[in-house]
């Protein structure tokens, strides 16, 4: 933690909230300047003989205005899971927002500036970012969070080339994504793809990134002589798919699970 608080970019600030000249609590918020201003909550306590008639609250607020003061654009935090974490935090305004890089659940206090949405392939394997877009996608569909095997053997997947990302970034922020991985099909006698990973982080839907990112596969396939790009669901999400362009139905998936 020490090493975080010393760092000259991005550290780490160990505040102390004091009312009547007493301290009743403590917090450790980074802000990630170089990035897109996020202020990342490590740690948020009040002492428990402190506690009620609206002091967590009170601090809170007091944290986020500082933080803003400082430079900061938004806020997050992971929560552990915790319901009453997780209605304390929703009280001033956070969110739940997939997870971070470990599997850990987020929460977020969305940022309110308009910043364009782009799309890109991903160029680093190893970007934190994915992983921890990976691991909010697999939460919300019930799985487990990647492992780091796993993670690694993803990472050497995307390096071989036998899948492709495309990342939407938020400024700096990646806030979704989906793949396409290669394939070769008899009955086209020609390479096809396979469209999956399709996330977009809670918080940033709605604003039309689904369609750049699906557009956007589309495209990488078209341009580098894939004869299909094919996508599986279940049926309540038909619509969404066939609205983004996949709108040739070619039967029913089945699969055999060792």
Not at 179 to 186: D, H, N, P, V
Request: glycine content about 8%; proline content about 4%.
């Amino acid at each position: 933690m020490m090493k975080v608080h010393n760092r000259p970019q991005n550290r780490c600030f160990f505040l102390f909230f004091h009312r009547n000249g007493q301290n009743i609590g403590f917090a450790m918020p980074v802000i990630f300047s170089s990035e897109d201003g996020k202020c990342f909550i490590m740690e948020f306590c009040i002492y428990p003989e402190f506690r009620g008639n609206g002091t967590g609250k009170e601090c809170a607020r007091a944290l986020l205005h500082w933080a803003r003061e400082h430079g900061a654009l938004y806020a997050e935090l992971n929560y552990g899971g915790d319901e009453r974490r997780c209605h304390f935090w929703e009280s001033v305004g956070f969110v739940e927002n997939g997870s971070d890089a470990w599997g850990e659940p987020l929460m977020i206090l969305p940022p309110t500036e308009d910043v364009p949405i782009t799309v890109e392939i991903l160029s680093d394997p190893e970007d934190w970012q994915l992983m921890k877009l990976e691991n909010g996608f697999k939460r919300e569909i019930g799985e487990n969070a990647l492992t780091g095997e796993k993670q690694k053997q993803l990472q050497q997947a995307v390096k071989q080339g036998k899948i492709t990302f495309f990342i939407a970034r938020r400024g700096y922020r990646a806030v979704g994504m989906c793949s396409a991985a290669k394939c070769y099909s008899t009955f086209s006698c020609w390479d096809t793809a396979v469209f999956e990973d399709f996330y977009i982080e809670p918080v940033f839907r709605g604003k039309g990134i689904a369609r750049k990112l699906a557009k956007a596969a589309q495209t990488w396939c078209a341009e580098n002589g894939m004869s299909s790009l094919t996508v599986c669901c279940a049926p309540c999400d038909e619509n969404m798919y066939q609205s983004l362009g996949f709108d040739v139905r070619l039967g029913t998936t089945f699969a055999h699970l060792e």
